[in-house]
C-alpha cells in the first residue's frame, strides 16, 4: 500500500505560479510512475502530467504543456508539479497517482494504482 499526501496548493492570481509535492510513505517509491490529475467542479478528473521511475521520461496534457513541469526526488520519496503561468481555467483539485506502469501517451484515472486526497489550487482572475 503506497500512501500518498498532496500539499502545495492555495489562492494565486493568473499568471501567478504555485509548485505542488506530493510525498509517498512508500519505500520502493522509486519503481512507481508518478502522475498528476486534476479534478474542476463539475468535471471529470483528467490528466495533467506524468514521470517515469527513473525521472528520464515526463508527459503533459496538451493545455499544460509549457506552463507546467514534473519532477521527482526518488531520495525523498517525493513528486512535484511546478505551475507556472496559472490560468482561471487551472482552478481543481489536484491528485497524485501512483502506478505500477508507464502508459505512455493514455493515461486514465482507472489506471492509477493509488491515489492521494487531493489539494485545492485556486486561480482568480
Known amino acids: 500500500q503506497v500512501h500518498l499526501v498532496e500539499s502545495g496548493g492555495g489562492l494565486v492570481q493568473a499568471g501567478g505560479s504555485l509548485r505542488l509535492s506530493c510525498a509517498a510513505s512508500?519505500?520502493?517509491?522509486?519503481?512507481?510512475?508518478m502522475a498528476w490529475f486534476r479534478q474542476a467542479p463539475g468535471k471529470e478528473r483528467e490528466f495533467v502530467a506524468a514521470?517515469?521511475?527513473?525521472?528520464?521520461?515526463?508527459y503533459y496534457a496538451e493545455s499544460v504543456k509549457g506552463r507546467f513541469a514534473i519532477s521527482r526526488d526518488n531520495a525523498k520519496n517525493t513528486v512535484y508539479l511546478q505551475m507556472n503561468v496559472l490560468k482561471p481555467e487551472d482552478t481543481a483539485v489536484y491528485y497524485c497517482?501512483?502506478?505500477?506502469?508507464?502508459?505512455?501517451?493514455?493515461?486514465?484515472?482507472?489506471?492509477?494504482?493509488?491515489w492521494g486526497k487531493g489539494t485545492l489550487v485556486t486561480v482568480s482572475s
Open positions: 512508500e519505500r520502493t517509491f522509486s519503481s512507481y510512475t
Open positions: 514521470i517515469i521511475s527513473s525521472g528520464g521520461i515526463t
Open positions: 497517482a501512483a502506478s505500477r506502469s508507464w502508459y505512455g501517451s493514455t493515461w486514465y484515472t482507472n489506471a492509477m494504482d493509488y
